[in-house]
């Protein structure tokens, strides 16, 4: 068996292979992140000041792996440390599969131990957010790790998402939850669709792109009656990212909107979504926060109406993200550990410069979102009056 791994340090170049890209993507069943076009879009977008790396691994002339990796460096304490970190993938969203062909795993995990540090010019490799659900690579709690070099790899839970599995039926699925849960939907989705007169239409391809304003126009509404911003103040580039990535995904119908209106063809409620193999990750959503229209329930309405349609295509999960909330467990989810592998050499100089950053991180995480953005700023909001301010940048690049 020979193998043999190829460098590409630009997206033009990567194009190149565009053939192979896609019948690996196909063929290991990886996630929407490591497409073509999400990555076009994603370093158009978040690729500002960083260096790419595609790295191809062949064996006997056939594609069997592909990672890639972008580089950056932070000053924790003014020491430098270059990072090599998963491109394609977002914060919120954890990676359920790697574009790696089964049986191959063990050929990529002695790449980044043995080779992957120094191709990148890196102190570390942070691979995250990695989901439970996914243990063939380097952190299966089953594998014993060999390093083919003197590397540490730290394996760490960091965080839950939220994962409903999907049965072959609507049918099956609504037998998985309780009675008292059974009885509440179907009373109201006999009240919203026959006294309401509130239904649900499907849009997917180029109709997604030309719906994308109105619905971060809705989602935004929807925070700012509560005294937040939304996602999309709190993200500000993503609704740009967002909008060119129904552009150029819209040929797939990976994108959907599930919208719920009433019989004059008034807004209720929305739900976007990303389906992609037998997945569907479950974005955000809009919805009407006058109080006759949240008394109905129709945001739980869209929910179950989405996951019946998702059935019938033969989806076999959604993916709701990270976090715990309680409506999402009300809806059949389990939650998922979210793990992060880091790996650097085992020399002092490179224990120093991880712990300081991993340090840094923990602090501002504790300081700026946890104590500040979460629960002070809130406060300061209602005495003053001011507007909620987007995320720091500092912050959410150091979110490994």
Aim: overall charge positive.
């Amino acid at each position: 068996m020979r193998t043999r791994t190829v460098t590409i340090r630009s997206l033009k170049e990567a194009m190149s292979y565009a053939g192979e890209w896609d019948e690996l993507i196909s063929a290991s069943g990886a996630d929407i992140y490591f497409k073509r076009e999400w990555l076009s879009v994603w370093w158009a977008h978040f690729g500002q000041g960083r260096d790419l790396f595609f790295f191809l691994v062949y064996c006997d002339d056939n594609l069997v792996a592909f990672l890639p990796l972008y580089t950056e460096k932070h000053y924790p304490c003014l020491l430098p440390v270059r990072v090599a970190r998963l491109a394609g993938p977002i914060h919120y969203f954890a990676v359920l599969k790697m574009p790696i062909l089964r049986g191959y795993e063990q050929m990529v995990t002695d790449f980044l131990l043995d080779q992957a540090l120094v191709a990148t010019d890196s102190h570390a490799i942070v691979l995250s957010p990695l989901s439970g659900k996914y243990t063939d690579l380097l952190y299966s709690p089953e594998t014993s790790i060999k390093p083919v070099r003197d590397t540490i790899v730290q394996n760490e839970i960091i965080a839950e998402h939220t994962v409903i599995s999907l049965p072959n039926s609507f049918e099956e699925y609504m037998g998985g939850l309780s009675r008292k849960r059974r009885v509440k939907y179907r009373k109201s989705k006999e009240r919203i669709e026959t006294v309401q007169k509130i239904g649900t239409e499907v849009l997917e391809g180029a109709a997604s792109a030309g719906f994308i304003n109105e619905f971060i126009t809705r989602h935004t509404a929807q925070w700012q009656t509560t005294g937040r911003a939304g996602h999309f103040g709190d993200w500000p580039d993503n609704a740009a990212f967002y909008y060119d990535l129904l552009e150029r995904i819209e040929s797939g119908n990976n994108a959907r909107f599930y919208i719920q209106r009433d019989e004059k063809g008034e807004f209720v409620s929305a739900q976007f979504c990303l389906v992609h193999g037998t997945n569907c990750i479950a974005l955000l959503t809009a919805r009407d926060m006058s109080p006759e229209i949240a008394a109905l329930g129709v945001g739980q309405y869209g929910q179950f109406e989405r996951i019946q349609r998702l059935v019938q295509e033969g989806i076999a999960q959604i993916d709701s993200g990270t976090g715990l909330y309680a409506h999402k467990l009300s809806l059949g989810a389990e939650m998922i550990p979210v793990r992060r592998v880091i790996l650097f050499e085992n020399t002092l100089p490179s224990k120093i410069r991880v712990n300081a950053l991993l340090v840094w991180a923990w602090f501002l995480d504790l300081v700026y979102y946890r104590i500040w953005f979460k629960k002070l700023a809130p406060r300061v909001r209602k005495l003053t009056g001011r507007r909620p301010r987007a995320l720091w940048k500092s912050w959410i690049r150091t979110r490994f």
